[in-house]
């Protein structure tokens, strides 16, 4: 079994705030592409910029300013975002950038060669906001303003030459396609909408612009850019230096093992961007997966609707790491989820300072006092500790299978669970009261601590810096966490020093508290 993994995340329209639903798409496929490297894969995890099309060039117009100055600067927020983040991204592609013009101009040569590309007119509604194209059927009227019924986006009508791509031709080989790899759409409730949308029938699709300028040129033909969709799709290609698929980067990454993506843009992803490579005779990514929106309030949260939570400010606030164990466990994933510093707060009290930062601390401080700062020696396992040991590496090959269904919720309820079956066990054994049992008391603190590790393995790509400092008790670094150790119950040596630990969450003081 190939142990590569190339995950994506989209490229951002660079915008001069970005909230937290980019951020929440970031911090997820960070949460994938860590626990995919701490199970021994080749993990390519790519970000970036979409920087073309009318909306940015109207975007810079406004600000009076050069479209690829415009881009400099803000494609730099999102870089400062993705530190921020703590994201370890492996590229951050910018579509202005030369490898991804001569990528999407050789793709565009493709598609022409294989007779998919023809010039017309298109006469129809456009949303610049979305670079999207809407049917009649999908408009609707507010307040005397058409808009896109599905993004809420005003819609502007369009009446020039461009070039089509035959995408109808590809409405069969589609379905084809989506019936033998039932996994390539997720979630499962998403797949029925694409397919039922493509069954309805796909016409073919404008795929360049004449009336503006700034996007990639059509090759030998300077009045017209390409569609922007068509351009940004093709980064997930493009950072793998195709079209040179001997690549070493394009034969170990392609076909990506999962583009993650918001619901609002799989329409582009499940089906345009297979149309296209199956075009241009390139392989299909495995997994498109559509996750949810994050909402204020009812809403989608949005720079257009003003509803924006900033994330640099909540880091700044509270750190990465409870937002980012915040998201997680909080969003149900695959479905939309509202957020609110409030329950934010609660996370941290609860779980974090709580659960974990509390089992930590008081099992340290036993040790230090109680144990002459090491690991015991001298350990007999009973049935009690073996049956919350056991269920680790009972489970591993099932909390393995779950990520790949991107069964996040599994996930953290597992170690939301085993954190709780921990402090239990440390509560009910009582150690503190067996200090005439030696060989008892060394084997109730062996095996909290080998909790600890397991857990804190578990919580390296939801919480890395945490995880981290609390590892540093073992002395056990970033590049030592190995998953599969979750299930060695003898993993840390007798003997071992302890570090001692600072407090790992503060808690916050509610002011109704
Ligand atoms: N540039 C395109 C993507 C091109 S990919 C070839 C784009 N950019 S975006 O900046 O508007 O959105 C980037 C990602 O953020 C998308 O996956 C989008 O779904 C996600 N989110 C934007 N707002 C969101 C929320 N409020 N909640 C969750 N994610 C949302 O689309």
Redesign the pocket.
């Known amino acids: 079994m190939s142990k590569n993994f190339y995950i994506?995340?989209?490229?951002?329209?660079?915008?001069a705030k970005?909230?937290?639903?980019?951020a929440?798409?970031s911090i997820i496929a960070d949460f994938f592409a860590r626990f995919k490297r701490i199970d021994g894969f080749n993990v390519h995890f790519l970000t970036g910029?979409?920087e073309h099309g009318l909306k940015i060039q109207r975007a810079a117009e406004k600000n009076n300013i050069d479209p690829l100055k415009f881009c400099d600067e803000i494609s730099q927020t999102f870089k400062n975002l993705s530190k921020k983040l703590n994201l370890t991204n492996t590229d951050f592609i910018r579509t202005t950038e030369k490898r991804h013009k001569d990528s999407v101009q050789f793709i565009w040569k493709e598609l022409e060669k294989n007779d998919d590309i023809y010039l017309s007119k298109y006469s129809g509604w456009y949303s610049v906001s979305?670079?999207a194209f809407y049917n009649e059927d999908e408009i609707e009227e507010d307040n005397g303003i058409k808009i896109a019924s599905v993004s809420k986006s005003p819609v502007e009508w369009m009446d020039e030459e461009s070039f089509f791509f035959r995408l109808s031709k590809w409405e069969k080989p589609l379905l084809e396609f989506y019936k033998n790899n039932p996994d390539f759409i997720q979630p499962e409730s998403r797949k029925n909408e694409v397919i039922s949308f493509v069954e309805n029938g796909l016409k073919d699709l404008s795929v360049s612009r004449k009336s503006f300028s700034w996007g990639i040129k059509v090759p030998n033909n300077d009045d017209h850019v390409i569609y922007?969709?068509l351009d940004?799709?093709?980064?997930?290609i493009s950072a793998l230096n195709y079209p040179n698929k001997n690549d070493e980067l394009f034969k170990r990454f392609w076909p990506a093992s999962i583009?993650?993506?918001?619901?609002?843009?799989l329409r582009?992803?499940a089906i345009y961007?297979p149309a296209f490579l199956l075009a241009a005779k390139i392989e299909l990514p495995k997994k498109v997966y559509?996750?949810?929106?994050?909402?204020?309030g009812d809403e989608?949260?949005?720079k257009s609707k003003g509803n924006i939570l900033d994330p640099i400010e909540i880091v700044d606030k509270y750190g990465i790491d409870p937002l980012r164990y915040y998201l997680v466990k909080e969003v149900s994933f695959g479905n939309?989820?509202n957020i609110s510093q409030k329950r934010l707060e609660d996370c941290i009290n609860s779980d974090l300072a709580n659960n974990y930062g509390n089992l930590c601390q008081r099992t340290v401080s036993f040790v230090l006092k109680n144990c002459d700062k090491k690991v015991p020696e001298t350990i007999n396992f009973k049935d009690e500790d073996m049956k919350i040991l056991n269920k680790f590496s009972i489970n591993i090959e099932n909390i393995r299978s779950q990520i790949d269904k991107q069964n996040i919720n599994y996930y953290i309820n597992f170690i939301v669970d085993s954190l709780f079956d921990a402090n239990k066990y440390f509560n009910d054994q009582e150690p503190w009261k067996k200090k005439d049992d030696q060989t008892r008391l060394n084997t109730i603190i062996y095996t909290t601590l080998e909790i600890i590790r397991k857990i804190s393995f578990m919580l390296y790509p939801i919480i890395p810096e945490t995880s981290l400092k609390a590892l540093n008790i073992f002395n056990i670094k970033e590049d030592d966490i190995i998953f599969s150790t979750i299930s060695n119950h003898e993993y840390l040596k007798p003997g071992l020093e302890i570090k001692s630990i600072n407090i790992l969450f503060k808690k916050i003081e509610k002011e109704n508290d």
């Open positions: 994506t995340t989209p490229i951002y329209y660079p915008s970005p909230h937290m639903g980019h929440y798409s910029t979409d979305d670079e922007v969709w940004a799709l093709t980064n997930y583009h993650l993506i918001g619901k609002d843009i582009f992803h961007w559509g996750h949810g929106w994050i909402l204020s989608k949260m949005s939309d989820g």
